[in-house]
């Protein structure tokens, strides 16, 4: 286990999408596809620096389709946090970052409609809402109190 307590989410940000949102794609007034969307979108001022929500192994950076620009980090005990659309990233794979660490910046890449970072949590490979990591007394209740119990 490499984080420590809650995770952050971009400073000063307001949330423009949420986890599990169902989006229809139309072309020339027709519907060609629809998805959920899986993570938060938060928007701050344009390119605004963006922090590890905590501290961990960044295992990815680079292009990657509708997300764009992308960081992953490692948050290890198979729990990962996921940027995207960034404009700048400032980390490289094997990078120990600390939660706060500025890991990136805030843009519109990838399949993004402005300026905002898709912000996502996976838990074995599978993603899930990042509210319940973003609430201490969620984590406590449901994994290191879990834990610390064995």
Known sequence: MLWDGMFQ??????????????????????????????GFDLASVRNAEVPAANNGRVVFTGELGIYGNLV????????????????EIHVKVGDVV????????????GLAFGDHLHFGILVGGVEVTPLEWLDPKWIKDNITGRLNAQ
């Open 9 to 38: 989410r971009l400073p000063r940000s307001a949330a423009r999408a949420g986890f599990g949102d169902h989006r229809y794609f139309t072309y020339q007034g027709k519907q060609v596809g629809e998805s959920y969307h899986l």
């Open 98 to 109: 600390q939660k706060g660490a500025i890991i990136a910046k805030t843009g519109s890449t």
């Open 72 to 87: 992953v980090i490692d948050h290890g005990l198979g729990l990962m946090s996921l940027y995207s659309h960034l404009s």
